[in-house]
């Protein structure tokens, strides 16, 4: 079976812009709320201004004023390289590169990564960050922007409840798995990423809005279609002065008719929930634990109409469904180009679903699925930046470096991950990297696949860490899991790895490639 994709590959990468700085984002924004570079910006008064030159920060490329557009067109497809140069040069302190509406500072060295992780959301915001880059007020709503209710539903009931869904998100996958990858004797082409998003999106949205309305092809297919309609726009709105955003949002963009379209579903389900409420009340004893009655629960006025609920559950689905398949794609390339990772991931997984079942303990104890997950986002990544912060005041490093009101900045996480002093051999894949670090004394906790530090930043770090990641980690080790005991996989060309796409601040894996899969093959 083989499984294509309506969106370009361009698509793709544009999507992993977002994807990476959103799913980081799981912080309550600060009051602020500022807009991306654009002159028409800086006559506003807003603090994002293309007057910020940083004339005191060393430029990876030529700085001056029209040489340093060749460094854009430079960095369009080398970013890589510029930022590990800057890397090499000033690691420890503070570097720039030119982006097409301003320059961006990247930090690395663990102290000034700790600052930066450190600072205050009215000093360094993410939340900023975020919205700045993706034009939230515009594409996802102001209420999103302000209102973000739905990030400690995420940190706490949905965390908490992992243990109680599992059952649940093993059956959608092994369900998904089975039905578009039908297991078969022979080696069948799909097309990776793709298929591998539509199982993420049955799965993850069988905890968000539960049966039957998460096996729904539309339903799946739209929620897809939303993170590129949300990407498109923000690219789209990014070109507009300031004042004209309001005016040509729904011009630009199709998120509107995708949430109609996600209304048709939902509302139904909705509706006869609060019905049940009205009822029943706390009585209600078949009342769903879902991420959409966890939502319906804690919503207050507005927030209570439906398509509100509607947007925060395409905003959940947002940051889920892209991240969690490109991680997971990453690892399913490497996987079929190195078939004898399979055996020992399989004898582990086999021994410990015999004693624990399926279940979240069991995913705990799975020590090489998760050290292979947590090897593949070191070495691969959404990215070769992290921990984007927008400056909304001055702000002064220790070593004295000044960052101006309206920069944005960076960490350069790729150069980290790969550099040799961090880790050994780090540029050498090993599989077995963290779990062979967590048999050392009091390392067991360090090195798991949610565990971030300055220098493992994948999730991110600190306060803005992605708090969704607790459900994703054991998401994307229940499929590892499954598809190990379920499958043989391998490249076409043996041995070959599809290359990532590179655009920007941007890493994602190849949306054309095709992996070999067929029914696994008992000795």
């Not at 799913?23 to 500022?34: E, G, I, L, Q, T």
Request: proline share 7%; charged share 20%; aromatic share 10%.
């Amino acid at each position: 079976m083989s499984s294509g994709s309506d969106s370009p590959p361009v698509l793709y990468v544009l999507l992993a812009l977002a994807t990476a700085v959103y799913v980081v984002s799981w912080a309550r924004p600060s009051k602020h709320s500022v807009g991306p570079i654009t002159t028409s910006d800086s006559a506003e008064g807003s603090p994002l201004t293309s007057d910020v030159q940083l004339p005191d920060i060393p430029a990876i490329g030529p700085s001056a004023p029209l040489l340093s557009y060749y460094g854009v067109f430079k960095c369009l497809s080398n970013c890589r390289e510029m930022l590990q140069e800057g890397y090499d040069r000033y690691k420890g302190s503070v570097f720039k590169i030119p982006l097409p509406f301003h320059w961006h500072v990247i930090v690395s060295g663990p102290k000034l990564i700790e600052e930066l992780r450190k600072a205050e959301e009215d000093e360094l915001s993410f939340g900023e960050a975020v919205a700045a880059t993706l034009q939230i007020d515009h594409t996802l709503g102001p209420e999103i922007h302000h209102n973000s209710y739905h990030i400690p539903i995420i940190r706490s009931q949905l965390t908490r409840n992992i243990g109680a869904v599992f059952s649940a998100v093993k059956d959608e996958l092994s369900l998904a798995f089975n039905e578009i990858i039908p297991p078969s004797q022979e080696w069948t082409k799909v097309t990776a990423l793709p298929t591998i998003m539509k199982v993420v999106s049955r799965t993850s949205n069988r905890v968000f809005v539960g049966l039957p309305t998460c096996q729904d092809p539309d339903y799946c297919a739209l929620n897809v279609q939303f993170a590129i309609d949300v990407v498109k726009g923000a690219i789209a709105l990014n070109m507009f002065p300031k004042i004209l955003r309001p005016l040509v949002k729904n011009f630009v963009t199709n998120v509107p008719a995708t949430v109609a379209r996600c209304v048709k579903h939902l509302e139904p389900v909705i509706k006869e929930r609060y019905r049940q409420l009205e009822e029943h009340g706390e009585s209600w004893e078949d009342k769903p634990n879902d991420m959409l009655m966890w939502l319906m629960e804690e919503a207050t006025g507005r927030e209570k109409d439906v398509k509100a609920l509607v947007m925060r559950i395409l905003t959940v689905n947002f940051a889920a469904i892209h991240t969690s398949s490109m991680s997971f794609a990453h690892a399913l390339y490497r996987l079929a180009a190195n078939p004898e990772y399979l055996a020992p991931m399989r004898d582990e997984v086999e021994s410990i679903v015999k004693s624990e079942g399926w279940t979240k303990a069991a995913m705990q104890k799975m020590r090489k699925v998760d050290s292979f997950l947590r090897e593949c986002q070191r070495y691969y990544g959404l990215g070769p930046t992290s921990m984007t912060r927008l400056a909304l005041q001055d702000f002064q490093f220790s070593d004295g470096t000044r960052i101006p009101q309206g920069t944005f900045v960076s960490i350069a996480a790729e150069a980290t991950h790969r550099d040799d002093n961090v880790y050994d051999e780090a540029n050498q894949f090993n599989p077995w990297r963290f779990a062979n670090l967590r048999e050392e004394e009091g390392e067991g906790l360090k090195h798991q696949m949610v565990s971030t530090s300055p220098q493992y930043t994948p999730f991110g770090h600190g306060k803005h860490a992605c708090p969704g990641r607790f459900f994703a980690a054991n998401e994307l080790k229940a499929m590892m899991a499954h598809l190990v005991l379920t499958y043989d996989v391998k490249m076409e060309e043996e041995g070959v790895i599809p290359q990532s796409l590179r655009f920007f601040f941007n890493t994602t894996p190849n949306p054309k490639a095709e992996v070999l899969f067929r029914r696994r093959q008992m000795p």
